[in-house]
């Protein structure tokens, strides 16, 4: 038995490595780097085009929770992140190159795995599919699943954070600290006193942006700090800027506003401007972000960029286990099908391919419980909902508990502990893994 897998990122890889551990070879068609998107820049399986963090790791946490749920599984992702490991306070950052590489030699330790670098235009209803071909995904491969599904499709404008190297950052008005002193100093804080941000906020407002217009339809995870700004002048001291729990370690000093930076490999020679997405110009990227003191001569290894992404409407389109329905052999996971994040599209990844191997084992993967953040997320992407909009792993999809809870930390460890209790009761009732 033979699956292909269209799309070399997180959902491909999971849904591949899924497969591959069940015995079923896989075929993995990934376009870069012969053609390449406007976001990626090499052409390694799994790579980070975003922030270099897969999010909090803490237990009580949903992006925390599915991380454990998904460690039920095996995941590649987390057993690679493992190895390609930065500091990054309570979240799991990596090194992205280190990480991609890990995956892919995770992949070809397997015999059954094949990647043709090759971009796919047409989707061959003969073989067993799995459509994992991202946000930016390609005009080609876009209209054909336009014709497969009749949906006209959603999209929504994404932006990433630039990059900086560590000795170009003054240091003289940096300090190393976690917000409220809490576990290691894995952040370098950029403040601002209450002069030095109004004059960035206002250069902020005034600068030239790259894209001018995208209809305000963005998704609320990766708004650009210059939309965000848009909202008052205090909107952004309440997002990534503030200050809150960030005091100089030494003097004791507080501030009006705080960038916060954050490792982005494990060399510790770059940094990434958390929170700092933007579509402004690349020059107007240096003057504006120069402006605050610990970066006036900061050196950018990659600016900020914004581009199209695109999911489709999945609640029309899939199924609970991310098959198309109406189909028995086609699916589409990561976040062209409508979850939003890393974890949460390698997920979708790791579901599909689980679901594909048992329906080639002639049987059916039953919905997971929607007490787990993996059943409620894909039950989300999977129900009728006439606003549809991506969706990320939190606590609210989940059905609330049997009796109310007051108490935000213990309803949050109850969410956690019911989950994880009925997802291992859930994978203990499923048939042995099988390999051919």
């Given at each position: ?185 894995d952040y370098l804080n950029a403040p601002m006193n209450k002069e030095e941000y109004l004059a960035f906020y206002d250069a902020l407002m005034h600068a030239e942006r790259a894209m001018q217009e995208v209809g305000g339809n963005y998704f609320e995870g990766c708004m650009p700090i210059e939309v965000m700004a848009e909202g008052g002048v205090d909107t952004i001291r309440f997002g990534p800027l503030r200050p ?193």
């Open positions: 038995m033979k699956v292909r897998v269209i799309g070399g990122g997180l959902a491909g890889a999971e849904a591949a490595f899924a497969l591959l551990s069940r015995g079923i070879e896989v075929e993995m068609c990934e376009m870069r780097p012969a053609k390449q998107t406007p976001a990626h820049k090499t052409g390694g399986l799994a790579e980070l085009v975003c922030s270099n963090s897969l999010k909090s790791e803490i237990p009580t946490t949903a992006s925390g929770t599915l991380k454990e749920e998904m460690k039920l599984f095996g995941s590649i992702v987390l057993i690679a992140a493992e190895k390609a490991r930065v500091p990054c306070g309570g979240a799991l950052g990596v090194d992205r190159d280190v990480f991609s590489h890990e995956v892919e030699t995770i992949l070809r330790s397997f015999d059954g795995f094949r990647i043709v670098r090759e971009e796919v235009t047409k989707i061959d209803d003969t073989l067993p599919t799995i459509i994992a071909t991202g946000p930016l995904t390609s005009e080609a491969m876009a209209r054909a699943l336009y014709e497969k599904t009749g949906e006209s499709g959603l999209s929504f404008y994404d932006a990433a954070a630039p990059i900086v190297t560590a000795e170009s950052i003054d240091l003289d008005h940096a300090f190393f600290a976690s917000r409220y002193q809490k576990g290691d100093s809150v729990g960030l005091r100089h370690p030494i003097t004791g000093e507080k501030y009006y506003a705080v960038l916060q930076l954050r490792k982005e490999n494990t060399a510790g020679d770059l940094y990434n401007l958390v929170g700092f997405q933007t579509s402004l110009t690349f020059p107007e990227q240096r003057r504006v972000f120069g402006m605050i003191p610990a970066l006036k001569n900061a050196e950018f290894v990659r600016y900020g960029v914004m581009h199209r992404n695109t999911f489709i409407n999945a609640p029309k389109v899939i199924d609970r286990t991310f098959r198309m329905k109406g189909e028995t052999a086609t699916y589409i996971a990561g976040q062209l099908s409508g979850v939003e994040g890393y974890m949460e599209s390698a997920m979708s990844g790791m579901i599909a391919g689980v679901a594909m191997a048992e329906g080639l084992h002639g049987r059916t993967l039953p919905p997971m419980p929607p007490t787990t953040v993996m059943g409620a997320l894909s039950a989300y992407v999977s129900t009728e909902n006439q606003d549809f909009q991506p969706m990320n792993a939190n606590f609210g999809i989940l059905p609330p508990p049997e009796e109310k809870i007051r108490n935000k930390a213990a309803r949050k460890e109850y969410y956690a502990a019911r989950a994880l209790r009925d997802m291992k009761t859930y994978i203990a009732s499923l048939p042995a893994v099988e390999k051919e």
